[in-house]
């Protein structure tokens, strides 16, 4: 069973569209989070939800939104995508309190054409 | 606000040899620390954590890091490298109980016979 499990592993689409990608947790975690790691490997966080509650939005366009429906979920919506949306983008997920370790996802590489 | 420096984007060294990668943290607290591993293609994996107790930290596959708060230090070492040891490691710092994790920039441990 996959802790952290993200869809699809890649995406490769055309400037101007609009896609998601959809993370599950089935660790019981209460905090999830989206970070995208850029060609450098440089790793950013974007944003984190606690108990389905934004708690972190990072200076992130608003073309990306993401939505938790339940705790055990957190999918990011991309709208009119642009070519530097390319990128690897983790999904992670922690209980909440100092000092806990995040549980990373394997990735969804993004490829914007 | 928090940040990770990482000295030198790749690190080489010879099967068996000491393996040391610096990292550099700023911290208006007292912070958590870690080191995270990515190996191709995956997502990161937690090899330690510094929550405040004891300063030299052991993590898996023999790694141990040191917290040196004087020289706002948390420099990652094994005693011998091993061909799988061949990743990317990230050191990242948090200061919230929400886990906002600030990665440094990474460096590529490269491992040759």
């Known amino acids: 069973d996959t802790a952290v499990s993200q869809t699809p592993k890649y995406l490769v689409t055309q400037m101007g569209n609009d896609k998601s990608i959809k993370c599950e947790q089935n660790?019981?975690?209460?905090?999830m989070y989206w970070y995208k790691q850029d060609s450098k490997k440089f790793l950013k966080i974007m944003f984190s939800?606690?108990?389905?509650?934004?708690?972190i939005n990072e200076t992130v366009p608003n073309r990306f939104s993401p939505k938790s429906p339940d705790k055990a979920h957190l999918n990011l919506h991309i709208n009119s995508l642009e070519l530097g949306d390319s990128a690897v983008y983790f999904c992670?997920?922690?209980?909440?309190?100092?000092?806990?370790?995040?549980?990373f996802g394997s990735g969804t590489q993004l490829s914007v054409l | 606000a928090q940040s990770v420096t990482q000295l030198g984007s790749h690190v080489s060294v010879s099967e068996g040899a000491l393996v040391l990668l610096r990292c550099n943290y700023s911290?208006?607290?007292?912070?958590?620390l870690f080191w995270y591993v990515q190996y191709p293609n995956q997502g990161l994996q937690l090899l330690l954590k510094?929550?405040?107790?004891?300063?030299l930290v052991k993590g898996i596959n023999g790694f141990e890091a040191e917290f040196k708060k004087s020289e706002t230090s948390f420099h990652l070492t094994k005693p011998s490298a091993h061909m799988s040891d061949a990743a990317e490691y990230f050191c990242?710092?948090?200061?919230?109980?929400?886990?906002?994790?600030?990665f440094g920039t990474g460096t590529r441990l490269l491992v040759s016979p």
């Open positions: 992670a997920s922690t209980t909440s309190g100092g000092g806990e370790k995040l549980f």
């Open positions: 660790l019981g975690h209460d905090t």
């Open positions: 939800y606690n108990n389905k509650e934004l708690i």
């Open positions: 911290s208006s607290v007292p912070p958590y």
């Open positions: 510094y929550t405040s107790a004891a300063t």
């Open positions: 990242a710092v948090s200061e919230t109980g929400f886990q906002k994790l600030v």
